[in-house]
């Protein structure tokens, strides 16, 4: 009988830094997708806030904290990350695991909005995009989430089965980056 593995999307690859950036896979832990129902927005918001400390995430905004966020995921949806959803939330909103489905890296450095403007069409500017404002964005050709989660780092996830060629992409803007400075 085979003798199953665990690995990670990045098959745990280790911090990876060119010039002053460095990327990073990260474990977010459970990862869950919240999606209230018709008329439940506000009660799940007051449910969520009761249950995990943070309210339900303004449009491109994340709440909570490094250990457990709520970060928006569109229109009424969110994803719970950190922390595994208490259930009291599924009389409010459908509840989704999501926790085998996202490459989750981190990006920090003094030059990462620079590497993730070459990749996406935000305006990445500290001014514009502030810690804890997100968007769902394309990165290249990739359907991404990114959050800055300080004034030098974002969190970026794709779809797992992306994981490759996210690695190509971000390590390829980061050369680029690099050799400019």
Same mark, same amino acid.
């Given at each position: 009988?085979?003798?199953?593995?665990?690995k990670?999307?990045?098959?745990?690859?280790?911090?990876?830094?060119?010039?002053?950036?460095?990327?990073?896979?990260?474990?977010?832990?459970?990862?869950?997708?919240?999606?209230?129902?018709? #008329?439940?927005?506000?009660?799940?918001? *007051?449910?969520?806030? &009761?249950?995990? +400390?943070? /309210?339900?995430? @303004? !449009?491109?905004?994340?709440?909570?904290?490094?250990?457990?966020?709520?970060?928006?995921? #569109?229109?009424?949806?969110?994803?719970? *990350?950190?922390?595994? &959803?208490?259930? +009291?939330? /599924?009389?409010? @909103? !459908?509840?989704?695991?999501?926790?085998?489905?996202?490459?989750v890296?981190?990006?920090? #450095?003094?030059?990462?909005?620079?590497?993730?403007?070459?990749?996406?069409?935000?305006?990445?500017?500290?001014?514009?995009?502030?810690?804890?404002?997100?968007?769902?964005?394309?990165?290249m050709?990739?359907?991404?989430?990114?959050t800055?989660?300080?004034?030098?780092?974002?969190?970026?996830?794709?779809?797992?089965?992306?994981?490759?060629?996210?690695?190509?992409?971000?390590?390829?803007?980061?050369?680029?980056?690099?050799?400019?400075?």
């Open positions: 009988m085979a003798k199953l593995t665990l990670t999307p990045m098959d745990s690859m280790a911090p990876m830094t060119i010039g002053t950036v460095t990327l990073s896979e990260i474990d977010l832990g459970p990862m869950t997708s919240i999606s209230p129902y018709k #008329g439940q927005g506000k009660a799940l918001s *007051a449910a969520l806030k &009761a249950a995990h +400390g943070m /309210a339900m995430p @303004a !449009a491109n905004r994340a709440t909570g904290r490094a250990e457990a966020r709520a970060i928006w995921f #569109g229109r009424e949806q969110c994803i719970l *990350a950190g922390i595994d &959803a208490n259930t +009291g939330l /599924a009389v409010h @909103a !459908a509840l989704t695991d999501q926790s085998d489905g996202w490459t890296v981190q990006l920090q #450095g003094a030059g990462a909005a620079n590497v993730l403007a070459r990749l996406t069409p935000l305006d990445l500017r500290p001014a514009i995009f502030k810690r804890g404002h997100t968007a769902r964005t394309d990165l050709h990739m359907a991404s989430s990114i800055r989660t300080s004034d030098d780092t974002f969190m970026i996830m794709v779809f797992r089965s992306m994981a490759g060629t996210l690695l190509h992409d971000l390590q390829s803007a980061m050369e680029g980056v690099a050799s400019r400075g």
